[in-house]
């Protein structure tokens, strides 16, 4: 963890030795009492923690707070609900390279049975979010949904943004010769690992979905996630 996350009601109170934050300050950060650390509200500002107590249940932590942090780039990733695995990795690389909003959608070639996981109906979604965010030095999250159609989630995307949809099969055009406005949301769409049918590709173009590939290499989802999300930075200056 580069930043240690805390809700905004947890700043204030005693931080359990059972906690995972607990174990990292103690057992890899070696802090001991008076020392300092790096910490975040999440959603919130960035500061300085300081373990002023620690007891046999508990430590007692106290912070001090900087300014909020500048809002995410704003990126909407639409993926096809893939397995929870790559579902993982996704959502705290996503976090980490600070996109926007996350919405995993049911595809018309995904495996039904993925949107039943755990790590959905768990909330485990939320720890490794907050695990990107961590690893970025960051404590703005995306916002997330899971579960929708394709066509629920597009008819909820901002009306302005330029919209590109990952394809390997039926893009005339590589990602990186694609012109993107600075000043203007994007959404970037990947199909599930199985890729979009034909009913989807029709979906996409109807809803001014521009297609482009990665190369004529054909990725795992959550490698095509991290290239297209850093050859959009790039084209935005962002990186």
Not at 57 to 79: G, K, R
Request: hydrophobic share 45%; with cysteine.
């Amino acid at each position: 963890m580069n930043l240690i996350l805390f809700q905004s009601g947890e700043s204030s109170r005693q931080l359990p030795l059972t906690d995972a934050r607990a174990r990292h300050l103690l057992t890899v950060l070696r802090r001991q009492p008076g020392d300092s650390f790096d910490a975040g509200l999440i959603n919130g500002p960035r500061g300085k923690g300081t373990l002023v107590a620690l007891t046999t249940t508990h430590l007692e932590l106290a912070f001090e707070w900087e300014a909020p942090p500048p809002p995410p780039d704003p990126v909407t990733l639409l993926i096809g609900l893939p397995r929870p695995q790559t579902a993982r990795k996704i959502l705290q690389e996503a976090a980490a390279l600070g996109v926007a909003a996350l919405h995993f959608v049911r595809g018309d070639k995904a495996e039904p049975s993925y949107a039943n996981s755990t790590l959905w109906s768990s909330g485990e979604w939320q720890r490794h979010l907050e695990a990107g965010a961590a690893q970025a030095f960051c404590t703005a999250l995306p916002t997330l949904t899971h579960g929708q159609t394709l066509a629920q989630a597009i008819s909820a995307l901002p009306a302005t943004a330029t919209r590109l949809a990952l394809d390997n099969y039926e893009a005339p055009a590589p990602l990186s010769q694609c012109h993107l406005l600075n000043d203007t949301p994007l959404v970037l769409a990947f199909g599930p690992e199985r890729g979009w049918s034909a009913g989807e590709r029709a979906l996409l173009r109807a809803q001014q979905f521009t297609f482009a590939h990665l190369s004529e290499r054909v990725l795992r989802l959550e490698t095509a996630v991290v290239a297209a999300l850093a050859i959009t930075k790039a084209q935005r200056g962002l990186m």
